[in-house]
């Protein structure tokens, strides 16, 4: 989900309780089986006797299920089933799943469609076999945004207004390693512009590099986010370039049309002189 921009202080219409209720259940990661009290205040800071109320509160509601013997809380079925009903609506994922199946086997690559997730990208939908057992993904996982392909193709298909919030976002949650991120979210605008598609080459882990491309729909849903991806030693920079990047970008505009979507904005090409160092994308990224 996305953070609000408003300021919560001053929105009357903000409810507090609701949105800390949220990120408890938020807490709760795949693969993370319990987690206690203490847990779940380190991850969603908040204070451990708010997180004390919001978890009887939950548990009385059906979302969660204490674990006496450990002190601990799992995920309840009703909790779970928020998700897959969210999934079932979710028709890009059951119509691109050919589409992802199909470039799954054409690259060796797995394939993943995902959407946003405060400063991450959530996996809603993937392909991969045994070819791709180096992608330790699945659906559920979260991604960076700013680091990966398919988060910087998300990032370069928003809507000014929201992408310069979340350059706000970027700079308060990473600090000094922002100048960095912000580098290659330069680069990625630039090649976006020329290409159509992003890569990202061992920005995010080492040894993975991948391409991404974004979606949006004319009934304004979106965007979406799409990457093939492997071990490096598959999917070399040269060949994301000329062969990855632009199957995958194909495959996107193929399920738009299927979808009825039109091309996102991103994909049209930008004058050459904008596009130099300290030019629009720059600026862009600069926040101005």
Not at 18 to 42: K, M, S, T
Not at 65 to 78: D, G, I, S
Not at 241 to 268: H, Y
Request: net charge positive; hydrophobic share 40%.
């Amino acid at each position: 989900m996305k953070r609000p921009a408003k300021n919560v202080a001053t929105d009357r219409n903000f409810v507090v309780a609701l949105a800390r209720g949220l990120d408890v259940l938020r807490a709760f990661r795949p693969n993370d089986g319990l987690l206690g009290n203490q847990e779940i205040a380190a991850r969603t800071k908040l204070p451990k006797p708010t997180i004390s109320r919001l978890t009887y509160t939950l548990t009385k509601l059906g979302y969660l299920t204490p674990v006496p013997r450990f002190e601990k809380y799992q995920l309840a079925p009703a909790a779970m089933a928020l998700g897959y009903a969210a999934l079932a609506n979710l028709g890009v994922k059951h119509l691109s799943e050919s589409f992802r199946d199909e470039l799954m086997r054409q690259t060796g690559g797995a394939c993943a469609v995902g959407a946003r997730d405060r400063l991450s990208m959530i996996y809603f939908g993937q392909s991969k076999s045994s070819l791709t057992v180096g992608v330790q993904l699945d659906v559920g996982s979260r991604i960076p945004i700013a680091t990966t392909a398919m988060g910087r193709a998300y990032f370069w298909a928003l809507p000014p207004e929201e992408r310069a919030q979340l350059l706000r976002e970027f700079r308060e949650h990473y600090g000094h390693r922002w100048s960095k991120m912000r580098d290659g979210l330069e680069r990625a605008g630039e090649m976006v512009a020329r290409h159509g598609f992003v890569i990202s080459a061992g920005e995010w882990q080492d040894d993975v590099h991948a391409a991404g491309v974004a979606m949006t729909l004319n009934d304004g849903t979106g965007p979406y986010a799409f990457n093939c991806g492997a071990p490096a030693f598959r999917f070399t920079e040269d060949r994301l370039l000329n062969d990855i990047g632009p199957r995958l970008l194909t495959m996107v505009r193929n399920i738009e049309a299927a979808l009825g979507g039109a091309a996102a904005p991103q994909s049209k090409k930008l004058d050459s002189k904008k596009i130099k160092s300290g030019g629009k994308v720059a600026r862009i990224v600069e926040g101005l």
